[in-house]
């Protein structure tokens, strides 16, 4: 299974980003999809997920400001951030979980200036 995350980079507070991943070598449809956050020094978390039946759950830093989507037909999900601030800086993983089985992809960065 191969995820590869894109769309990170350097934002204004207040802005916008899209990130986008796309799965590979797994039954996308039926897999649950999320996207994770790390800083250095502090534990990955979860940011936003989506499963199979298109159900979200956010973490209260994202309620309201991020959208997770997913289009099956593509083997994409996205991670749509607005209204962005400095705590938001991190590099975002992009995640899919199958059956017990768990992966993660190489991560793609995210920096939000103040």
């Known amino acids: 299974v191969q995820l590869q995350a894109s769309g990170g980079g350097l934002v204004q507070a207040g802005g916008s980003l899209r990130l986008s991943c796309i799965a590979r070598?797994?039954?996308?449809?039926?897999?649950?999809m999320a996207w994770y956050r790390q800083t250095p020094g502090k534990q990955r978390e979860l940011v936003a997920q989506i499963n199979s039946s298109g159900m979200t759950t956010y973490s209260d830093s994202a309620k309201g400001r991020f959208t997770i989507s997913r289009v099956s037909a593509y083997r994409m999900v996205y991670l749509q951030m607005n209204s962005l601030k400095p705590d938001d800086t991190a590099v975002y993983y992009c995640y899919s979980a199958r059956w017990g089985n768990d992966y993660w992809g190489q991560g793609t960065e995210v920096t939000v200036s103040s």
């Open positions: 070598g797994t039954t996308f449809s039926t897999s649950t």
